[in-house]
C-alpha cells in the first residue's frame, strides 16, 4: 500500500511554518543521486542510498531553497513523483527518519535526444511558461518506413488539436497511445509524409457561465478543442462582474485555474516554435510553417487557428467541420459577421487588419461526409445564443442546405479552397479522403502558391465530389 504525503502537510520538526524560504540546514547528512532523474514520472531509489522508507518520519523537496509544490508518493524503497519536475533543475529531498536528517540532492533530466533512429519517438514536452505555453504537448517523430518517398522534398511539422471528451489525465494517456499505435488520423497522415506531429495537451474543461437575455436564461460552455468564441474572449469574459464570477468559479470547480487558459492559440503558437527548435536542434530539418490536420472539434480549431496565423501555415485540412467556414466579410445582409462566422473582430482578436490575399496563400482543405448529420449548431458549447441566431437567419438552420449556402458565400466574398463531400461516409473520415488528404499536403509542400487538384487515384474518384473555388 501507498504511503501518500502530501507537500502541504510537511511534519512540524522538519519545517518552520510559514516559512518558505530554508538557509543551508546544520547537522544534516548529504546524499547525492548519481543519475538524472526524469521529468515525467520520475523515482529515487531509497534504499540504494541507505534510507529505510519505513523509518521515515518527515519529507519534503526543495528547489533551490524553496519549497516545492510536488505531490509524491513513497511506494517500494522508492520516492515516486506524481508531479512533473522542472526540466534541466537541481532539487533537494529533505528526509527525517527515526535516527538521521538527510538531504538528498538530484538533478532533473533535459528533454531527450530526437535524433533519427528509424523508429517511431513520442515525447511528452512539459509545460513551459516561460517559453509561453503553460500545457504540456506530444511530439511524436515518424518511423522510417516512408523516409525514401519523402527525401529531397520541404519537410514541415504537422499539428492537430486534442479532441477528446476524457479529463486532461485520461486523454493524455489515449493520445499517446494512439500516437505510438498509429490509432490517429493525424498520426496515419504525418507517418506516411514522413512529417513530426505534435499535439497541444489542453484539456476541455467544459466550464460554463450563464446569460440572460430577455428573460431567456442561455448556458454557454468553453468548448478549448475548438476554439470556440468563448475561449477566445475569456479574457474579456471574466472582466465581467457576473459571468466572470461565474466563469471562474466553473473552471475551479473542475480543478482548473482559469488563468492557464488564456491565449489558447497563441499557447499553441508558442509550442510550434518551440517544437521546431527542438526537432531543428536534432537535424530534422523542418520549416517555419506547418500542415494543420484537424476533425470535428479540431478541424474547427485548425480552420481557426489558420483564420489568425495565416503566415504560419503551409496548409490545412479540416473534416468533419464545413458549416463552420469562415466567411471572409465583416458584414453581411446587414449583420455584422462576429467570431467565427466571419471576420468583423478580426483586428480586435490579431491585432492586424484581415488580409485576404494573405489568406487565400494558405492551401485549404475542408471536407465531410454526404451522410453526416452531426450538427453542432444547437449545441451550448459550440455557438452561444448571438452567433446561433446569426448563423441560422443568413445561412439557414438545416445543416445541409447551411454548409451549401454559408459556402457558395465564402466564395462570392473571394474565399479559395477545395471543398469535398464524401459519399456513403457519416461523421468519419474514410479511406477514400485519407488518400486524398495525403495527395493534398504532399501536392503543397514545394509549392509557392496553393494547389489544389482531383483525386489522383482512379478508384476514388467516383467517391468523393470535389469543388474547387
Known amino acids: 500500500m501507498k504511503r501518500l504525503f502530501s507537500l502541504m502537510l510537511v ?19 548529504d546524499l547525492t543521486v548519481k543519475d538524472r532523474v526524469r521529468y515525467e514520472n520520475g523515482n529515487i531509489n531509497l534504499k540504494e542510498l541507505g534510507i529505510n522508507i519505513d523509518e521515515i518520519i518527515g519529507f519534503d523537496i526543495l528547489k533551490g531553497n524553496k519549497r516545492d509544490k510536488v505531490n509524491f508518493s513513497l511506494e517500494k524503497d522508492k520516492v515516486e513523483f506524481e ?56 511530439l511524436r517523430i515518424p518511423s522510417n518506413e516512408y523516409k525514401e518517398f519523402n527525401k529531397s522534398i520541404k519537410r514541415y511539422l504537422m499539428v492537430d488539436m486534442l479532441n477528446t471528451q476524457e479529463r486532461i489525465e485520461g486523454g ?6 494512439r500516437m505510438e499505435e498509429n490509432f490517429l488520423l493525424s498520426v496515419n497522415v504525418a507517418e506516411e509524409l514522413w512529417a513530426p506531429l505534435i499535439i497541444p495537451l489542453i484539456p ?6 450563464n446569460v440572460i437575455d430577455k428573460g431567456v436564461e442561455d448556458e454557454n460552455l468553453v468548448y478549448e478543442h475548438q476554439l470556440d468564441r468563448d475561449t477566445v474572449f475569456l479574457k474579456e469574459l471574466m472582466k465581467d462582474k457576473v459571468i466572470g464570477e461565474q466563469i471562474k468559479l466553473s473552471y475551479q470547480d473542475k480543478g482548473y485555474d482559469i488563468n492557464d487558459f488564456l491565449d489558447i492559440d497563441k499557447q499553441v503558437l508558442s509550442m510550434i516554435d518551440h517544437a521546431i527548435e527542438y526537432l531543428n536542434k536534432y537535424d530534422h530539418k523542418v520549416e517555419n510553417k506547418v500542415m494543420w490536420n484537424g476533425f470535428s472539434a479540431s478541424g474547427e480549431f485548425a480552420n481557426r487557428f489558420t483564420l489568425f496565423y495565416p503566415h504560419r501555415v503551409k496548409a490545412m485540412a479540416s473534416g468533419g467541420a464545413m458549416a463552420g467556414t469562415i466567411i471572409p466579410l465583416e458584414t453581411y445582409k446587414g449583420e455584422n459577421l462576429i467570431y467565427p462566422i466571419g471576420i468583423y473582430e478580426y483586428e480586435k482578436i490579431t491585432g492586424r487588419k484581415f488580409d485576404l490575399v494573405e489568406q487565400n496563400k494558405v492551401a485549404k482543405l475542408t471536407y465531410m461526409g454526404e451522410l453526416d448529420n452531426d450538427d453542432t449548431l444547437m449545441y451550448s458549447d459550440t ?45 468519419w473520415a474514410s479511406p477514400q479522403i485519407i488518400t486524398y488528404l495525403i495527395q493534398f499536403f504532399k501536392d503543397n509542400r514545394d509549392s509557392e502558391s496553393p494547389v489544389y487538384k482531383l483525386p489522383a487515384d482512379d478508384q476514388i474518384k467516383d467517391l468523393l465530389k470535389v469543388e474547387i473555388y
Not at 508531479?83 to 529531498?93: F, H, P, Q, V, W
Not at 493524455?172 to 497511445?177: A, I, N
Not at 476541455?204 to 457561465?209: E, G, H, K, Q, V
Not at 445543416?399 to 461523421?427: C, E, M, P, W
Open 83 to 138: 508531479t512533473e519536475l522542472k526540466l534541466n533543475t537541481d532539487y533537494r529531498l529533505r528526509v527525517i527518519t527515526e535516527n538521521d536528517k538527510i538531504n538528498v540532492n538530484f538533478k532533473t533530466e533535459d528533454l531527450p535526444v530526437i535524433k533519427e533512429t528509424g523508429d517511431v519517438i513520442v515525447v511528452k514536452v512539459p509545460a513551459m511558461p516561460e517559453k509561453g505555453f503553460k500545457w504540456p504537448y506530444y
Open 172 to 177: 493524455e494517456r489515449l493520445t499517446k497511445f
Open 204 to 209: 476541455r474543461s467544459n466550464a460554463y457561465y
Open 11 to 29: 511534519m512540524v520538526m522538519l519545517l518552520s511554518v510559514g516559512t518558505e524560504v530554508f538557509a543551508a540546514s546544520t547537522g544534516w547528512k
Open 383 to 427: 455557438y452561444g445564443k448571438v452567433e446561433r441566431e446569426i448563423i441560422k437567419k443568413l445561412f439557414g438552420s438545416e445543416i445541409k442546405s447551411r454548409t451549401k449556402n454559408t459556402l457558395q458565400v465564402y466564395k462570392q466574398a473571394g474565399g479559395k479552397g477545395a471543398f469535398v463531400y464524401v459519399k456513403d461516409t457519416g461523421h
